[in-house]
């Protein structure tokens, strides 16, 4: 299985960028998806999750601003992310919880990271 996320890059101050994360490979099933953050000299936090029926979850600093929304039949999920930061700045994770086909396992999946980076 396989995370591949895109869609990162240098925007001012209340711009807009929108990361795309696909998941390929081994797959029977895609439960929740979300999206991760780590920025320099900080612990990785959760930016928002969202699950296969399409209930979300957003961190208190992102409320309002970003929106995370998946599609099913592509195995894909996506973070818009609106009035960015210099405080969003950060190395962008997607995870994704994945059955295999087979063995018929369930287990937990990162990308390598999207680099984000808002400047004032």
């Known amino acids: 299985v396989q995370l591949q996320a895109s869609g990162g890059g240098l925007v001012q101050a209340g711009g807009s960028l929108r990361l795309s994360c696909q998941v390929s490979g081994n797959i029977f099933s895609v439960y929740d998806m979300g999206w991760y953050r780590q920025a320099p000299g900080k612990q990785r936090e959760l930016v928002a999750t969202v699950t296969s029926g399409g209930i979300t979850n957003y961190a208190d600093s992102v409320k309002g601003r970003f929106t995370i929304s998946r599609d099913n039949a592509k195995n894909t999920v996506y973070l818009q992310m609106n009035s960015l930061k210099p405080e969003d700045t950060a190395l962008y994770h997607c995870?994704?919880?994945?059955?295999?086909?087979?063995?018929?396992?369930?287990?937990?999946?990162w990308g390598q990271g999207t680099q984000v980076t808002v400047s004032s």
């Open positions: 995870n994704a919880g994945v059955q295999g086909v087979w063995p018929a396992i369930i287990d937990n999946y």
